[in-house]
């Protein structure tokens, strides 16, 4: 198990609250483990859109745009860990060619 421990470090062991890759984990008194991620949910941002620009629904997103969607797809998949429910979700806004719409629903689901 030593040998283990010294190949894949995994955060500290000792204590019974932790926090780990934006995970709260918690060693319950009978051994079970609870893990959240309310502080990572917490610091979850969203892209910026003018009123015009979010008015402009069917419009192609800018490369910043996709680049920002697609950060924001990665932040909801990781927190799909403890929230299954936005799975679907997430999943129905990636899209081949997004649109302003698109990046909407992303931001929505960040909130």
């Known amino acids: ?3 283990l421990k010294k190949s894949f470090v995994c955060g500290d062991q000792e204590h019974a609250d932790t926090n780990y890759n934006g995970r709260h984990l918690l060693r319950l ?3 079970s ?19 015009e620009r979010a008015s402009q629904l ?9 680049t920002d969607m697609k950060s924001g797809h990665g932040s909801l998949q990781w927190l799909n860990l403890t929230r ?3 799975s679907a979700a997430t999943s129905l806004t990636q899209v081949p ?15």
Not at 58 to 66: A, C, M, R, V, Y
């Open 58 to 66: 069917e419009s192609d997103l800018t490369p910043s745009e996709i």
């Open 1 to 3: 198990m030593n040998e």
């Open 29 to 31: 008194d009978d051994g």
């Open 84 to 86: 299954p429910d936005l």
């Open 97 to 111: 060619s997004p649109k302003v719409k698109d990046l909407i629903a992303v931001n929505k689901l960040l909130k």
């Open 33 to 51: 483990i609870q893990m959240d991620q309310s502080d990572y949910a917490a610091g979850l941002t969203v892209t910026p859109l003018s009123r």
